[in-house]
């Protein structure tokens, strides 16, 4: 891009994001997600929430684990936790030998994600266009949070595109919401879009 472009670029950025046009210069324009929500209220001494980006704590203090230490996640893990301990204990009467991790990286880090089957596939979009073509009911629903910096609408929406999917087979919702649809305020509307869409395919 000409030098113009970068600028004129940078100052788009700068009015979406909060961010100085000097700082999308300096990182050729690009900030991975990470690195943005702790720039974007670091003036306020506080990291914005990659789950949920309406949360934040303080940047001090994180020992950098993506999930114990995010802003959102350290909000609803806890709950999530006590909850089924209790309901381990007290309904279920099952005593575990060790406490139960709510998120176990190790698994997700040693899975295989080795494409099989479908041999000039990139990514899983392309897979699953793949499966929508050998069976032709199969539809998606495809739901996002706005404030999910994860797995956000436009990324879903860029790999479902991207992929091949026959779009009139892909319905799209997203929610005044972080990456969990079925926490706070948007649960009801969630839960009444899963079952709209489930009983539209029964017909």
Known sequence: LSAADQQRLATQLAGLTGLSAEVWLRAG????TDEFTK???AAQGNEAGMYDSRYALPLAGSAGDPVADDPA?????PGFIAA???MLRTDLKVTLSEPYAAIAFGYAF???YTHRGVPDAQTFAADLATSMRRTPKLRV??????????TSPASAEHAITSGGL???????????????LYLG???GKFADDVRAFITAGAK
Not at 29 to 32: G, V
Not at 73 to 77: E, F, L, P
């Open 185 to 187: 305020g948007t649960s």
């Open 141 to 150: 629903l495809v739901c996002s949070g706005y404030y999910d910096l994860v």
């Open 110 to 112: 040693n899975w295989d």
């Open 73 to 77: 996640m350290t909000q609803y893990v």
């Open 29 to 32: 324009l690009k900030i991975p």
């Open 166 to 180: 026959p779009t009139d087979r892909v319905t799209y919702r997203n929610y005044e919401s972080g990456h969990m």
């Open 39 to 41: 720039r974007v209220i």
């Open 84 to 86: 089924f301990h209790d």
